[in-house]
């Protein structure tokens, strides 16, 4: 993707804002994304025809060719860089299954699902421009085709809170979210490095369910330790649950396309955008919490218990010796543990670390006896020991993160424990996330 000439320190992330249009721009973006997905399933048939002939993958300059054949009707009002950027999609799909395919995924699969509706990419300087005396935004659709034109939003630094100018912008993406009924703007920005600090200090987090992120860092004076409460986000998923489930077994018994079904499925879609949004501004918080914690006692590395990949294949554990419930596959599943993990990297500019935190949940920072907590407090049956059950594992990361193994606490300085609660509001979309490279459907 290209982005604008700025020295190699700065890293990039993707600002998300709502764009409107007036009824002709509607329909014409509309046409455009319905023309992209039809070239895009074009170039996968031919694609696949070319694995079954001659048994290989094509070079860009073949997939370039692939797409001069397409009808000019499907490749109307797409700009030139818009199709260089599909064929890189395809490609990076192509290099990611022969990957997965070599390290044993079974499951992989190449590129074959057609599309109703594919985002648009649009280059710095080619694709997109500003016109209007800098007012608007002008969105290339080809030669001697009508542009598409939304005005400059405003995007800020997050942390900085600098307003971050249209010369300093990358590639857009104009997405539709088909939940929300609502065009969006992906565009990628700028944003600094930390600066080095002589002094280490590393925060531990335990990632769970119940409560999403736990913090402990080890200060001078006292260990000191983040509980953020999961309340909100799980009224979140049992909103979506509850009211979806219900939706859709009204769904099951109508007929398909009927008036009723038509005014369900929009319920539905309204539903799955409210949890959506829901879920987004717990993580912001979530995530905005840890940051101001891990400032405030100026740590600067940051390292969280392995956990990734456990929302995945939940039928089984590791062992395949007992099933997980119904209801724990289900909150599992469900876990938005990346993306708050892309959240704090974000907005902390630090790349989070992972340890192994096999019973850091059960092993006392004291005494390192192992124990069996029963509900959110933890007490030690030897020591005597009492602590909040996720306030444990953090430090039992912390000190495995520091001296490699876990390690008594010094127990002459005091445990501090703070617990926040992010609060239902009613703001904005949520303003980063990470860049979509798949095509998506209407």
């Not at 692939?66 to 009808?71: F, I, R, T, V």
């Not at 670390?353 to 850091?360: D, L």
């Amino acid at each position: 993707m290209k982005r604008s000439n700025l020295p190699s320190q700065m890293m990039w992330r993707t600002a998300v804002t709502p764009v409107e249009f007036d009824h002709a721009q509607y329909r014409l973006a509309h046409k455009t994304t319905h023309n992209a997905a039809l070239a895009w399933n074009w170039l996968v048939d031919h694609v696949r025809h070319l694995w079954k002939t001659e048994h290989r993958d094509p070079s860009q300059k073949e997939m370039r060719a692939m797409l001069k054949q397409a009808p000019a009707s499907i490749t109307i009002g797409l700009h030139a860089h818009v199709k260089q950027c599909m064929i890189d999609d395809l490609e990076d799909a192509i290099q990611t299954y022969r990957s997965n395919r070599a390290n044993g995924d079974r499951h992989a699969r190449a590129p074959y699902r057609h599309h109703n509706y594919r985002p648009l990419d649009f280059t710095k300087g080619y694709g997109w421009r500003l016109v209007d005396s800098g007012r608007t935004i002008s969105l290339s659709r080809g030669l001697g085709q009508e542009n598409l034109t939304v005005p400059v939003p405003t995007i800020t630094d997050p942390q900085t809170g600098r307003l971050i100018p249209p010369a300093e912008w990358g590639t857009m993406r104009l997405c539709w979210d088909r939940n929300h009924r609502h065009w969006y703007l992906h565009v990628s920005v700028p944003t600094g490095k930390p600066a080095n600090s002589r002094m280490e200090r590393i925060m531990g987090v335990d990632e769970g369910i119940i409560n999403p992120v736990t913090c402990a860092i080890e200060t001078d004076q006292a260990y000191e330790i983040l509980v953020v409460n999961g309340r909100e986000a799980r009224a979140a998923k049992h909103y979506a649950n509850t009211r979806v489930a219900r939706l859709q077994r009204i769904l099951s018994r109508c007929e398909n396309g009927s008036r009723r079904y038509r005014k369900i499925e929009a319920k539905l879609r309204k539903a799955y955008a409210i949890a959506q949004t829901r879920a987004y501004n717990v993580a912001h918080q979530t995530s905005r919490k840890t940051v101001d914690f891990m400032r405030e006692h100026h740590a600067n590395r940051i390292i969280a218990g392995d956990v990734r990949g456990i929302e995945q294949r939940t039928f089984q554990d590791e062992s395949k010796r007992r099933r997980n419930k119904k209801t724990q596959r289900r909150r599992l599943s469900q876990w938005n543990r990346g993306q708050v993990e892309n959240l704090i990297e974000h907005k902390s500019r630090l790349e989070t670390e992972h340890v192994n935190e096999s019973y850091s949940s059960q092993t006392c920072p004291a005494c390192l006896t192992r124990n069996h907590p029963s509900g959110r407090q933890y007490r030690c049956h030897r020591c005597g020991f009492t602590c909040h059950r996720d306030a444990v594992g953090a430090l039992n990361i912390l000190q495995k993160a520091t001296y490699g193994q876990y390690r008594p606490l010094d127990m002459i300085k005091p445990i501090m424990s703070h617990i926040s609660e992010p609060r239902r509001s009613a703001g904005a979309r949520l303003w980063v996330m990470p860049l979509n490279r798949a095509g998506g459907s209407r």
